[in-house]
């Protein structure tokens, strides 16, 4: 009896290490397997009804769109089926598509190729409800941003840098602008800097009853170019070459045009005599007649929003929002019907809130109040008098929806769980699709009514959850800690699976902490979990820290990194090594730091200027030196390089590579179109320069994300090799 005891326990032990062994995370795990990944509501689309939504459905191969009531989610009719869409004997894939506003049309969008982050040409198709015909869009070439009149009988488009209107009903094309050209003119499409930093490529919009289509012309002549090699396996590498204005240099010039759809004129709208600014937003009023831009200076510390007259162009300033450091630049400003007034967001209390104004720009109370942050505006229902937006206040870690009136009254949280909440409304603000996750916990999707009563689970990702109890993952733990300023800093680390508090292990720590960012949130970390849960796996602990500057703890700390980035930043991140280190568990002489990007310009300093406290670092995509990046974001943070010498070179990686001690990688993709290649390439120098050993790796052709094919399993193979070698 004893023996067969000692065997079935051996036997047991055995499967489970066995079990273990199967389940060890690998890199190609964390990069190649889908059922590691989370699933969204791709295809959801709540109808103008407001009782129903349709989604996507893919049967065999065959994709239909179907019809679901709000209220109960049950199937009401298939809309289309592909079988149905078709083209000269070609079925067009419905993955991409939208509504006209009275829902008797569909965009399909296909063929998608990106140019930048935001902007791709496209092969758009039309089909139409009503005689079940599908048509292509353009039969000249791929479409920019097709988007439908209001009337759904128009779709205005960019091709070739120039505007354009499709009539669905006469099928005839009509040419907008006719200067556009490849690196001189762009009319209805944002220079790069633009559709980098402020968010947004497509720069033309239709007045609500589809007579008037506003757009901007972005002369880019004289702004300076850059250039990078790709490597095809041609003879010679092709060159890519695209205006890039950095720091300090000169910018696009912009002016803002009104096309009248029945007279085909051209009216310009007057914008001020100064050239040297930016208009980051142009947004039609409730008035069909009055479009509204935003007129920010080249310093970006005073934003004027403009009223202009749709018949001549002539402008009126209808308020301005100044600061002492710079202000951001968002989507919220929502006008209320009737020329009710507008809704605007601003951090003039020190803290981001809501503030109603009435047409002439008088300000007619503040909406929303408190030590908080106001981190997104979904809108406002005027049939009951009510804005919808998500905030910090259940504190700076989490995110929660909220309603609240327009005179500030009624406040309710709809979000009921600690974490990560966000809210998708439908038209007319009836219902709304709640995302929630926490640190732990992979996203929930849910269909609600406006007041928060649920209606149907969405998207659980129950198999996701099922996969973690699968692998050996840890969860994520949140701490804080005081820094040598005694300013309190979010953390959260990850310990190792089997983790024995009486032993010291080695520390990775990684961060973007760039301004107005988080990586410290209450929220699902996707590819990030995993590969945290494979460094835990492989022995590590993992920490992060967001230091000064980032967000949703009010202006005055998101700004304290004014005119010196990277230097409370640097600071912080020792002083957490510093903190990290201290604890019982830890091996102080064991510890690294992993960025990329902002992140990478973070570890490049910490490698450095933090030498005596890191003993590896790996920078992916760093900025080495400010004046070689883009101007909008580095002059917002540092103003121009001739204006603040010290604050571009006092903490600049490549003035301090000869102060490393410890182990330094370095990646960077040479085709870049972000943060570029020439970072590297001048921090190498002055590593060589100076004689400090570094490793470096570099992905041909592979943009500021560095994917594509196995490039992703390559990188993270090669830093978990570096990391196990060095720290």
């Known amino acids: ?67 679901y009531d709000l209220k109960t989610g049950r199937k009401v009719a298939v809309l289309v089926s592909g079988e149905n869409v078709k083209v000269e004997g070609k079925t067009i894939d419905l993955s991409d598509y939208t509504f006209s506003l009275d829902e008797t049309k569909l965009l399909l969008k296909t063929d ?10 496209a092969s758009n198709f039309v089909y139409d409800f009503k005689t079940g015909k599908t048509t292509e869009l353009s039969k000249a070439g791929k479409q920019m941003f097709a988007t439908f009149s209001p009337k759904g009988n128009k779709v205005a ?21 006719f200067d556009g050209k490849n690196n001189e003119i762009k009319n209805g499409w944002a220079d790069w800097v633009y559709e980098e930093e402020f968010g947004k490529a497509d720069y033309f919009e239709w007045n609500a009853d589809g007579s008037k289509l506003a757009f901007v012309r972005f002369d880019e002549s004289r702004v300076k170019e850059y250039s990078f090699d790709t490597y095809n396996n041609h003879l010679y590498p092709d060159k890519v ?17 009104i096309y009248d759809i029945l007279s085909s004129k051209i009216v310009t709208v007057d914008i001020g005599k100064e050239t040297d600014i930016y208009i980051p937003r142009i947004k039609w009023t409730s008035d069909i007649y009055t479009l509204s831009l935003q007129r920010l200076n080249r310093l970006q510390n005073k934003v004027e929003l403009l009223y202009a007259n749709a018949s001549d162009g002539v402008s009126k300033v209808i308020l301005t929002d100044e600061s002492k450091t710079y202000v951001d630049i968002t989507d919220d ?73 327009l005179d500030g009254s009624s406040k309710k949280r709809l979000s009921l769980l600690q974490g990560t909440s966000g809210a998708t409304f439908s038209a007319g603000f009836k219902f709304y699709v709640s995302s929630y996750s926490n640190a732990n916990t992979p996203p929930v999707y849910e269909l609600h009514s406006a007041d928060g009563k649920l209606i149907k689970v969405l998207e659980d990702n129950t ?28 953390g959260w680390m990850m310990k190792p699976q089997r983790f ?32 945290h849960s494979l460094l835990n796996q492989e022995g590590y602990i993992v920490v992060c820290v967001d230091g000064r500057g980032t967000f949703g703890r009010g202006t005055a700390f998101k700004n304290s990194t004014y005119l010196q980035l990277g230097k409370l930043e640097t600071l912080d991140q020792i002083d957490a090594a510093k903190y990290i280190g201290s604890l019982p568990f830890v091996d102080k002489s064991r510890i690294g730091f992993m960025g990329w990007s902002y992140g990478g310009y973070m570890a490049s300093l910490l490698i450095t200027k933090g030498a005596e406290y890191f003993k590896a670092a790996i920078a992916v995509a ?106």
């Open 241 to 257: 070459t695209f205006k890039y204005p950095k720091a300090g240099e000169d910018n696009s010039i912009l002016t803002v045009h």
């Open 622 to 727: 760093p900025v080495s030196n400010w004046k070689f990046y883009d101007n909008i974001y580095t002059e917002r943070f540092l103003r121009k390089p001739q204006d603040n010498k010290s604050g571009y070179e006092d903490n600049s990686p490549v003035n301090f590579t000869k102060n490393i001690k410890g182990k330094f990688l370095l990646v960077h993709g040479s085709g870049d179109d972000n943060v570029h290649y020439q970072n590297s390439m001048e921090l190498a120098n002055e590593l060589i320069k100076n004689n400090i050993p570094f490793d470096f790796m570099t992905y041909p052709n592979k943009n500021h994300g560095i994917s594509g094919g196995l490039t992703r399993i390559h990188l993270y193979t090669k830093m978990l090799k570096f990391i196990k070698e060095n720290l």
């Open 157 to 177: 488009f960019v091709r070739d840098n120039n505007l354009f209107i499709k009539d669905l009903d006469s099928n005839i094309e009509t040419q907008v602008t």
């Open 500 to 531: 024995d508090a009486s032993k010291k292990y080695p520390v990775y720590m990684f961060a973007y902490n760039g301004p107005g960012s988080n990586k410290c949130n209450n929220e699902w970390a996707g590819f990030e979990f995993w590969w």
């Open 333 to 405: 400003l929502t006008f209320l019907p009737n020329n009710k007034g507008f809704i605007w967001s601003s951090e003039k209390d020190n803290y981001n809130h809501l503030y109603y104004y009435d047409n002439t720009g008088k300000l007619i109370n503040q909406i929303t109040k408190g030590n908080w942050d106001v981190i997104s505006f979904y809108g406002y229902d005027e049939s009951i008098k009510t804005l919808y937006y998500v905030s910090t206040e259940q504190g700076q870690i989490n995110r929660d929806v909220y309603s609240i009136k």
């Open 463 to 490: 198999l996701l959850k099922n996969k973690l109890k699968e692998y050996p993952v840890s969860t994520k733990e949140f701490f804080t800690f005081k820094n040598t300023d005694g300013v309190e800093l979010n």
């Open 112 to 121: 998608v190729q990106y140019i930048y982050r935001r902007s791709m040409t």
């Open 1 to 67: 009896m004893k023996i067969s005891i000692i065997k079935i326990l051996s036997l047991l032990t055995l499967l489970s290490i066995q079990g273990i062994a199967q389940n060890t995370l690998t890199v190609d795990d964390i990069c190649s397997k889908k059922e590691l990944r989370a699933k969204g509501t791709s295809g959801f689309n709540a109808m103008k009804d407001r009782i129903h939504y349709t989604n996507i459905k893919d049967t065999n191969g065959v994709q239909t769109i179907v019809k």
